[in-house]
């Protein structure tokens, strides 16, 4: 079992920016394809950004190609998600997950770990 533990979210005003954090405590996701998604209240849960295990790789969704990058750093065991320009319509907890085997992306069905998620909260 692996555990994923997001950090970073919290209360930011609209067009700032905000970098969270993933970390795998006592289990390597080094060879794992790493993804974010987002739920807001009311809403289904969204994919965010992917990348692979690598880091050669990355795929966002379409309102947060101009706005975000995904990276990771395998020796810190640890993924991020740089968000820029941030509006109220972001705000939602954000989920990072992790997937063995890496195909289709952007579904939520690929990824076999899941965090607690980190509230994200846009307002002024």
């Known amino acids: 079992q692996v555990q994923l533990v997001e950090s970073g979210g919290g209360l930011v005003q609209p067009g700032r920016s905000l970098r969270l954090s993933c970390a795998a405590p006592?289990?390597?996701?080094?060879?794992?394809?790493m993804g974010w998604f987002r739920q807001a209240p009311g809403k289904e849960r969204e994919f965010v950004a992917g990348i692979s295990w690598n880091g050669d790789n990355a795929y966002y969704a379409a309102s947060m190609k101009r706005r975000s990058t995904i990276s990771r750093d395998n020796a810190q065991n640890t993924v991020y998600l740089q968000m820029y320009s941030l509006s109220p319509e972001d705000t939602a907890v954000y989920y990072c997950a992790a997937a063995r085997y890496g195909s289709s992306w952007y579904e939520s069905f690929m990824y076999d770990y899941w965090g607690q998620g980190t509230q994200v909260t846009v307002s002024s």
């Open positions: 006592g289990r390597t996701v080094s060879r794992y394809t």
